[in-house]
């Protein structure tokens, strides 16, 4: 299954008022691993960089000034995205800026049934708990190292999002899925491979009553020969 995990910056919070996207960056999933295919554009949104927006992405007018176009760029975003399905943590923010530009570009605008809106999973999984990227991250010890360095920056944050959506989806299971050759052996055998514990010293001892010992001997006894019984 391919998955598109996407993020985007932009000059503000409202398209209405005239903002734009002034990064986009994405990262391919198959089968929930990314691939290492990418697509990763900065974008000259025609218009000043508030000073709110560069404190929080480091991206500045004058940075912009000979960067494309989105109408320029919007042919290689839809080819790389395809059909896929959306990974947006807050989809509806990013969806409304996108569906701007692709209206502005003459492009068909991409439907909310296309995301998979990883901010909505977590408020169902975690209710009442933060569900920001940073807190997602510190939840499932993903390190933010990077993020607090440089910044708030499109690519940087589906690297990330792409960690947390596999902790959201049920995390890693390396047990199940890698395999190491054995070159003495010449066989094969599991990376990390369920070991069982070892027995212990002295058996726990019975939490039964006496009263629902006698029940449960009363209750085979009721069975009679119609009971049938697996011994191990």
Not at 137 to 155: M, N, Q, T, Y
Request: with cysteine; hydrophobic share 40%; charged share 25%.
């Amino acid at each position: 299954m391919r998955e598109i995990v996407l993020d985007t910056e932009t000059t503000g919070l409202e398209p209405s008022q005239g903002h734009r996207i002034i990064e986009i960056g994405c990262i391919e999933l198959k089968n929930r691993t990314p691939t290492g295919g990418r697509y990763h554009t900065y974008l000259n949104p025609e218009r000043d960089v508030p000073e709110e927006s560069q404190r929080i992405t480091n991206l500045s007018t004058e940075f912009l000034l000979d960067k494309p176009l989105f109408a320029d760029a919007v042919d290689a975003f839809l080819e790389f995205i395809g059909d896929s399905p959306l990974v947006i943590h807050n989809a509806e923010f990013d969806l409304k800026f996108l569906n701007a530009e692709l209206g502005r570009a003459n492009k068909p605008k991409l439907g909310p049934g296309r995301a998979i809106d990883t901010m909505l999973i977590a408020r169902r999984k975690f209710p009442g708990s933060p569900a920001s990227l940073d807190a997602l991250c510190r939840r499932f010890d993903i390190s933010l190292e990077e993020r607090k360095s440089k910044g708030h920056g499109a690519l940087l944050d589906v690297e990330l999002l792409a960690q947390v959506y596999l902790e959201l989806s049920g995390g890693r299971q390396p047990g199940l899925e890698l395999m190491a050759t054995d070159g003495a052996a010449g066989g094969r055998a599991a990376a990390g491979a369920h070991k069982p514990l070892p027995l212990r010293a002295q058996p726990l001892p019975s939490r039964l009553t006496d009263d629902e010992r006698a029940h449960h001997e009363a209750a085979v006894a009721s069975l009679g020969a119609s009971a049938i019984w697996i011994a191990n």
